[in-house]
């Protein structure tokens, strides 16, 4: 069995107005993050993390924010691309595990849904994808409320033929 591991992050600054969306879901919060896509720096983590792992460079290659057809996309459209392109070069993804730092707001209630909808993006089981959040305590960019980050791993294999 052929294994390969990726790696993820993304960060953006707060602003004011909008919406703030992460792993597809949207958070009530008088704040949304400053982006060209709709923001979502945790699905962003998750596909730098999928496209690391077999090679494919990462989100700003396949989907630049020059390009005016990003423009306020869905994060979603962009992860579940990243998940074709992995399954047409013969790799399948093992698991997620993902961690959002974020002060505010606080995200527990909304992980099951994040995990759902990766899940459901990528084809596979909830029990393979793992997203968690943490605080910085008040420490750095996160913990002075300025904006939020994420951090992801993925593990692929190689589909049998």
Not at 25 to 35: E, G, K, N
Not at 50 to 79: C, K, M, N
Not at 123 to 131: A, H, L, S, Y
Request: proline share 2%; with cysteine; glycine share 12%.
């Amino acid at each position: 069995m052929m294994l390969r591991i990726g790696q993820g992050f993304d960060a953006h600054r707060f602003c004011d107005g909008g919406r703030l969306v992460l792993g597809g879901v949207i958070i009530p919060f008088h704040r949304s993050l400053q982006a060209h896509s709709d923001g979502d720096c945790l699905l962003h983590a998750i596909t730098d993390a999928l496209l690391g792992a077999v090679g494919a460079g990462d989100l700003g290659r396949h989907f630049p924010d020059t390009d005016e057809q990003y423009a306020g996309i869905d994060s979603r459209r962009l992860l579940r691309r990243a998940g074709a392109l992995l399954q047409t070069r013969g790799w399948e993804t093992l698991n997620i595990d993902a961690t959002v730092i974020a002060q505010r707001p606080r995200l527990a209630a909304y992980l099951p849904q994040m995990v759902a909808n990766v899940a459901e993006d990528l084809g596979i089981e909830t029990d393979r994808v793992n997203i968690k959040a943490t605080t910085t305590e008040a420490m750095g960019f996160t913990g002075r409320e300025e904006g939020l980050a994420a951090l992801a791993v993925a593990l692929v294999t190689r589909c049998a033929t």
